[in-house]
């Protein structure tokens, strides 16, 4: 199997499904002759030609309103935004119409279009260049929302959301676009959406993580391990909405102990659902409370401070400690 | 260097053809079917009456807020009186006529007013968009189903409206732009009816017209008299006819007046004067056509009592098979259905909630 980074295994998955369908269509600003900014659409314009790789005038909410056109059509667009932070442009073509021409057309329309960004910190890049705001999409009913931790799940992941029938936003961890090299089948591969995923087996805590911050989260594990002698289940939740909490209620009544790991801000953030659904659900297995590891209450700070924000293997191994000693 | 000038078009045409008393100018008269006139004629009819009736029935309290069309019954028909089935529409709220042209049987509008989404369900074999209530949003989809037309190499059009206030929008900047640049056949249709609704069109826009906006995306922009039913048709014709050929999209600036309130919770008192509306009533675009096909001897006085009555039949029916309809809707569980196309398990376990929560209050209100 071709080792692979994210970019290429994203690369990959577009490619396949563009050469398998000719309903799916890639645009967005710069996708085409330059390939992307990051790259994900190098070369797509040789093999599939400028009508399927669309280079765009520059304005998000056309791209986003013209693909939701597309789906309803009966194409699949899937629509690049250069980075998260100039997404928002689209919040209303998506909160006002690609969730909800399925329920106000009472089934006769769906919008399967994919809005594919790249997000969160790492790559010591301007303003508007790092911020983590999946919950934004995940409160609206109608959407889905996914977010790869690697380079063979983002594959996988991709080829599913561009095949899903419903309208999904895909959020890419840039910090790991390029960071590590996974082996990645050539041969067709999906991973549901809506479904986590347990990356290891332990039976002492649980750590619940996602997209970036995974490879802390499993490096964390790894110390507690390694240092502390304790064994923590990790589970990779991969779809942020529509959330699977089964496996983390099973995890949550196994161990006792929680920790959520995100770069989001805390407040409002995906660990806020998480902590819910397992109070709900496991409340009574809980022999601590859920901690919450995740970025502060504020602005991403300009990438000199970014490493005080981000959550690190340091505030990971801190939180666990902390709610192994309760 | 010198300052040089470029050149632009400098000019907007506009085109009115029928006259205030029904004059006809013989030079511009579309050539259109006599039976195809007089089924406009019964549907701008139909459609005046029809919204007559459900103000009424929203002052009775039997249906909910709605938009009336009144007044622009010419604008909105005229466009899409010449479009295929398989042409597509994508309205704004206020194209009611061009609703009932297309198909939509006049229960379902009860239906949806009074607030059941069964109502506003488009039938299989209609390709039309629903209405789209954020100003201007829905002007992007018909793009992409333009842009989707040409890809698959069909020779159908889009055709999406949209009023005076959404030409501020920067989803109209946008659709305009990316329609221009990818020359898609799809036909923008703006029904100016003077108000957004308290702000006139002179606060909208400094621009002279709103036609000329096309000339910035490089596209054909026309200003037609909005109440003069052949001159949107003719107007509306040369666009679809162009954009079918491949000749890309056009701008049509409907200049019409929206003679009701903007919604039935508006109160249209509070900022225009009676001396404009019955300005422009006298401008009415069906009293108009009336006239045109009597001069022509397709109509008489007395062939219009008997299609008023007619309609007013057709309504009444109507009225009383969307009540009987409604009396058999309502089912809350509806309420979970068509969020995704598979239902989520949490939404599954909020669904099982409420139906135990309200089996449980029954059966507590049946004790008491």
Redesign the interface.
Same mark, same amino acid.
């Given at each position: 199997m071709p080792k692979m980074t994210m970019v290429q295994a994203l690369n990959l998955a577009l490619r396949q499904e563009m050469e398998k369908d000719d309903s799916v =269509?890639v645009l967005g600003e710069d996708v085409g002759v330059d390939g992307g900014v990051f790259r994900v659409t190098d070369g797509l314009i040789d093999a599939f030609g400028e &009508?399927r790789v669309v280079d765009?005038?520059l304005?998000e909410?056309?791209i986003?309103?013209?693909? =939701?056109?597309?789906?309803?059509?009966? +194409?699949k $667009?899937v629509c690049e935004m250069q980075f998260d932070g100039f997404s928002y442009y689209t919040m @209303? %073509?998506i909160e006002? @119409?690609a969730s909800r +021409?399925?329920? &106000?057309? %009472?089934? &006769?329309? @769906?919008v399967p279009m994919v809005l594919r960004a790249p997000f969160g910190g790492g790559v010591r890049a301007l303003e508007h260049h790092s911020e983590s705001r999946e919950v934004f999409w995940a409160h609206i009913?109608?959407l889905?929302m996914v977010i790869p931790s690697g380079p063979r799940n983002a594959r996988a992941l991709l080829v599913s959301a561009i095949r !899903? $029938? !419903?309208p999904v936003i895909f959020y890419e961890p840039k910090a790991i676009y390029r960071a590590f090299r996974e082996e990645v089948p050539e041969a067709e591969e999906t991973y549901p959406i809506?479904r986590s995923q347990r990356v290891r087996e332990g039976r002492d805590l649980t750590l619940i993580s996602y997209g970036a911050m995974m490879r802390p989260t499993l490096e964390a594990a790894e110390e507690l391990k390694q240092k502390h002698g304790v064994e923590a289940d990790v589970i990779d939740l991969l779809t942020i909405s529509? +959330?699977? !909490?089964?496996l983390l209620v099973e995890s949550a009544r196994k161990t006792g102990r929680v920790a959520v790991v995100h770069e989001a801000p805390r407040s409002f953030g995906p660990g806020a659902e998480v902590v819910a659904r397992l109070v709900e659900k496991a409340f009574f297995h809980l022999e601590a409370p859920v901690a919450r590891v995740t970025g502060y209450d504020v602005v991403i700070p300009l990438f000199n401070r970014e490493k005080y924000y981000l959550p690190g293997v340091p505030r990971i191994v801190d939180a666990a400690r902390k709610l192994l000693a309760a | 260097m010198p300052k040089t000038r470029i050149a632009l078009p400098e000019a907007i045409d506009y085109l009115s053809i029928l006259h205030e008393h029904g004059g006809v100018d013989p030079d511009l008269e579309p050539v259109i079917d006599g039976s195809l006139l007089l089924k406009l004629h019964r549907t701008m009819l139909l459609a005046r009456r029809f919204d007559e009736r459900l103000l009424s029935l929203q002052r009775q309290g039997r249906i909910g807020t709605f938009p009336p069309i009144s007044g622009q019954e010419a604008a909105h028909l005229g466009a899409v009186a010449d479009l295929r089935a398989s042409d597509w529409v994508v309205p704004a709220f206020r194209e009611m006529a061009a609703d009932i042209w297309r198909g939509r049987p006049l229960e379902s509008i009860i239906v949806y007013n009074n607030g059941f989404n069964e109502g506003i369900r488009i039938p299989a074999d209609r390709n039309d968009m629903p209405i789209s209530v954020p100003v201007g949003s829905q002007i992007l989809h018909a793009v992409g189903i333009a842009w989707a037309m040409q890809y698959r190499g069909k020779d159908d059009v889009a055709m999406t409206f949209f009023g005076d206030g959404a030409t501020s929008q920067g989803d109209f900047h946008e659709g305009l732009n990316f329609a221009g640049v990818f020359q898609l056949p799809v036909v923008f249709v703006c029904q100016n009816n003077q108000w957004a609704i308290s702000i006139p069109r002179s606060k909208q826009t400094r621009s002279q017209t709103l036609a000329q906006k096309a000339i910035a995306y490089g596209i054909p922009g026309i200003q037609v008299d909005g109440n003069d039913i052949l001159a949107v048709y003719a107007a509306a014709k040369e666009a679809v006819d162009r954009a079918r050929a491949g000749g890309g999209p056009t701008l049509i600036e409907c200049v019409t007046y929206r003679m009701a309130m903007h919604t039935t919770a508006d109160d249209p008192k509070r900022y225009r004067s009676d001396a404009e509306v019955e300005e422009w009533r006298r401008k009415d675009p069906i009293p108009r056509f009336q006239s045109y096909l009597i001069a022509k001897g397709l109509l008489s006085e007395d062939a219009v009592k008997a299609e008023e009555a007619a309609v007013a039949a057709e309504i009444q029916a109507a009225v009383e098979r969307a009540e009987e309809e409604m009396k058999g809707l309502g089912d809350p569980l509806l309420m979970f259905e068509h969020a995704y196309a598979e239902m989520p398990a949490y939404l599954k376990e909020q669904r099982a909630d409420f139906i135990r929560f309200t089996a449980e209050a029954q059966k507590e209100e049946k004790h008491a």
């Open positions: =269509i &009508r765009t005038p304005a909410s056309g986003a309103g013209m693909s =939701i056109g597309m789906a309803v059509y009966g +194409l $667009p @209303h %073509q006002a @119409h +021409l399925r329920w &106000r057309s %009472q089934g &006769r329309y @769906h009913p109608g889905k !899903d $029938p !419903d809506g529509p +959330l699977d !909490d089964s | -």
